[in-house]
T-cell receptor, first 116, second 111 residues
Framework: ETGVTQTPRHLVMGMTNKKSLKCEQH?????MYWYKQSAKKPLELMFV???????ENNSVPSRFSPECPNSSHLFLHLHTLQPEDSALYLCASSQVGGRGSYNEQFFGPGTRLTVL | TQLLEQSPQFLSIQEGENLTVYCNSS?????LQWYRQEPGEGPVLLVTVVTGGEVKKLKRLTFQFGDARKDSSLHITAAQPGDTGLYLCAGAGQGAQKLVFGQGTRLTINP
């Protein structure tokens, strides 16, 4: 596997379900991100992890719970979601710090989430 | 709050035509990135511009960073159906890890 992978690619869940999204980066990067992409809205940053430590929570509701066990893996645990949470959830990674680093982010293909 | 405004939001043109997409802000960015996203996929980085006035070319795509580092443009020459996609600009503030994304330009090139 190369780049950034995400599973599952599609997920349909009810409002009472609990599910998890998984992201893995094979680029040796030290930072990982979760974004939400909805129709007609700019990409919304949700969480940032540097060296597996959370450094940013962009006022995300507690029904979204991230987990970063190491620099290569990132999870997003979902529970009691609302229909308005239906969106494309994108994971990204980047190499932060160091000379010439501009935080260029590499994205996975996303998980298309539908909440019924 | 830093914001990036992209225009136009939608553009549909015929194969062979030229086009320009704009990305504007009132804020200064230390660097600006352009991504292209195809349906069912994540955004893919096309280019990063870091110096005011910088021009970078990627085949038929020309990217420019404004002199004041507040705006950028993407010009495509002789567009092809393979250029179809969502084009996103994203700015990074000085020393900031977060990227600010524009709302995107959805480009359709008709054969």
């Amino acid at each position: 596997e190369t780049g950034v992978t995400q599973t599952p690619r599609h997920l349909v869940m009810g409002m009472t379900n609990k599910k998890s999204l998984k992201c893995e980066q094979h680029l040796g990067h030290n930072a990982m991100y979760w974004y939400k992409q909805s129709a007609k809205k700019p990409l919304e940053l949700m969480f940032v992890y540097n060296f597996k430590e959370q450094t940013e929570n962009n006022s995300v509701p507690s029904r979204f719970s991230p987990e970063c066990p190491n620099s290569s893996h990132l999870f997003l645990h979902l529970h009691t979601l609302q229909p308005e949470d239906s969106a494309l959830y994108l994971c990204a990674s980047s190499q932060v710090g160091g000379r010439g680093s501009y935080n260029e982010q590499f994205f996975g293909p996303g998980t298309r989430l539908t909440v019924l | 709050t830093q914001l990036l405004e992209q225009s136009p939001q939608f553009l549909s043109i015929q194969e062979g035509e030229n086009l320009t997409v704009y990305c504007n802000s009132s804020s200064v960015f230390s660097s600006l990135q352009w991504y292209r996203q195809e349906p069912g996929e994540g955004p893919v980085l096309l280019v990063t511009v870091v110096t005011g006035g910088e021009v970078k070319k990627l085949k038929r795509l020309t990217f420019q960073f404004g002199d004041a580092r507040k705006d950028s443009s993407l010009h495509i020459t002789a567009a092809q159906p393979g250029d179809t996609g969502l084009y996103l600009c994203a700015g990074a503030g000085q020393g900031a890890q977060k990227l600010v994304f524009g709302q995107g330009t959805r480009l359709t090139i008709n054969p």
